[in-house]
Nanobody, 122 residues
Framework: QVQLVESGGGSVQAGGSLKLSCVVS????????MGWYRQTPEKERELVSS???????SYSDSVKGRFTISRDYAKKTLDLQMNSLKTEDTAAYYC????????????????WGTGTQVTVSS
């Protein structure tokens, strides 16, 4: 059984940094990509960043240049370094693993964590 557990969320002032981590228990193959989503009550879930099986990374325009995703296959962890945080980064952040594609488009992931809250104050 695959489980994802996030940590590292918290409260920070605008301009500050946080590092989120996700630990994977159970088996997921190296062919599985992983990603970080975020969601607020007012907005739809947003894919913030992803990393594919070949370590290709992608970022939403809203975080590009400020966030960095990384993966350690040996430790089975996924990290998200978040710098220059803005109030609009406030959200629950979710770790996800193993992409689901439909018609060539990424539509979601098979496995999800329960989330960690990030609150950025001005």
């Amino acid at each position: 059984q695959v489980q994802l557990v996030e940590s590292g969320g918290g409260s920070v002032q605008a301009g500050g940094s946080l590092k989120l981590s996700c630990v994977v228990s159970g088996y997921i193959g190296r062919g599985c990509g992983m990603g970080w989503y975020r969601q607020t009550p007012e907005k739809e879930r947003e894919l913030v960043s992803s990393i594919m099986y070949d370590d290709t990374t992608s970022y939403s325009d809203s975080v590009k240049g400020r966030f960095t995703i990384s993966r350690d296959y040996a430790k089975k962890t996924l990290d998200l370094q978040m710098n220059s945080l803005k109030t609009e980064d406030t959200a629950a952040y979710y770790c996800a693993a193993c992409e689901i594609y439909r018609g060539g488009n990424l539509v979601g992931y098979s496995y999800w964590g329960t989330g960690t809250q990030v609150t950025v104050s001005s």
